[in-house]
């Protein structure tokens, strides 16, 4: 088992920033690619940034790229998202999530209970 805890949600202005951080505990970390999903109201949830175990590897959705970047540090157990420029439009909550490296939900085991994140116009 793996347990993941996000934290660094929360309300900002459009243009603004946040970094988002997963806190891992359980089964060995490194071991695994993250993933950090979203899901809006009525929406599907959709990959934003993914990781491979050894962070040689990373994947952004069209929607982030130059804006958002994914890094984790494995000897702190901890996978970020820095977002920044952020618009109305990623409100969503976010969630982080340890699995394959893969753009998939049905590809992660694992899942943090989700942080919210509010872009103001």
């Known amino acids: 088992q793996v347990q993941l805890v996000e934290s660094g949600g929360g309300l900002v202005q459009a243009g603004g920033s946040l970094r988002l951080s997963c806190a891992a505990s359980?089964?060995?970390?490194?071991?695994?690619?993250m993933g950090w999903f979203r899901q809006a109201p009525g929406k599907e949830r959709e990959l934003v940034a993914a990781i491979s175990w050894n962070g040689k590897s990373t994947y952004y959705a069209d929607s982030v790229k130059g804006r958002f970047t994914i890094s984790r540090d494995n000897a702190k157990n901890t996978v970020y998202l820095q977002m920044n420029s952020l618009k109305p439009e990623d409100t969503a909550v976010y969630y982080c999530?340890?699995?394959?490296?893969?753009?998939?939900?049905?590809?992660?085991?694992?899942w943090g209970q989700g942080t919210q994140v509010t872009v103001s116009s």
């Open positions: 359980g089964r060995t970390f490194s071991g695994y690619a």
């Open positions: 999530a340890a699995g394959r490296y893969g753009s998939r939900p049905h590809e992660y085991d694992y």
